[in-house]
């Protein structure tokens, strides 16, 4: 496994995190406790010290199995990282609501700990910006929580510069956890921006939503609301084709180095300087395995200026 250094947090971290959306079961495919967990103790056992989670992940369910797989000595080899804002989950009316106040950060972080059964969260992010509280309220609140011992580091996820700039103003930031990946390079010079100021990004979606794997060549028949639908572009044209095409050179690169498509993505992404760790999901202890059997080898100066080169041609 590789490591990169926080800055702002000072702390050491590696270069591959464990996502858990798709554990909580909601609208993410199948899947069962029982891999997921082991899932996370072969990412743990190789080397994997972060793991990302929130409580709308299924209404809570993602944090509850990570408070499991954390139990017999994990808790002690890992980071935690959750996040508050939006709940656990949508409202009747099947809207996501979005609260940032200072009540619903100190009711949300005790609700996590009690999920997660344990006595601090390593990173707290504000998962999505909330337009009706005040960011100094959000990161005054955080500040209090911080002193308090319940939580060692802030982050923002989703959050655009002038918001980050805003927050900066009452507290350090040392987290942003943007989308980011060869599908979805949108938040590129943010990310930069922050790097240079020493917040580190945890990017999410480093595989696309699975996209980047390889495994899937045609538009899926899943069901219409599935998160991988929904909230992601990349299973609909004219995406989906240009994705297609960006596979055909990574296939011709993994037949001369040998690696599959889902190592070449990570180490694309995580060799990027501005790129702190990627959280990547995983559903059995096989993808789990492969995932970081990426950090043994690199991609050459040559492949990654090809990809580039294609990226840039496809403008994905």
Known sequence: MRYKHFKNADVDVSSLAIGTWAI???????????????????????????????????????????????????????????????????????????DASRKACFAECEDSLRRLDVDHIDFYFVHWPDANTPLAETMDAMLELK???????????????????????????????????????????????????GIASFSYASLGSGILTGAIREIPNWDPLDFRFTFYDFYKEPKFSKCMELLKT?????????????QIALNWSTQKDFVGTALCGVRNVLEAKENCAAFDWSLTDEEMVIIDAKLKELKI
């Open 24 to 98: 909580g079961g909601a609208r993410y495919g199948d899947v069962n406790e029982k891999d997921s967990i082991d899932s996370i103790h072969t990412m743990i056992d190789n080397g994997v010290n972060l793991i990302d989670t929130a409580p709308a992940y299924n209404f809570g369910i993602s944090e509850q199995i990570v408070g499991k797989a954390l139990k017999g000595g994990y808790r002690d080899k890992v980071f935690i990282s959750t996040k508050f804002g939006i709940g656990d989950g949508m409202d009747k009316a099947g809207v996501i609501p979005r």
């Open 147 to 197: 002193k308090q011992g319940k939580i060692r580091f802030i982050g923002v996820s989703n959050f655009d510069k002038p918001m980050i700039v805003e927050c900066l103003k009452t507290t350090m930031i040392d987290a942003i956890q943007p989308p980011f990946s060869m599908v979805n390079e949108s938040e590129k010079e943010l990310m930069q921006w922050c790097n240079e100021k």
């Open 250 to 262: 990574l296939d011709g690169i993994s037949a001369k180095n040998g690696h599959p498509l889902a």
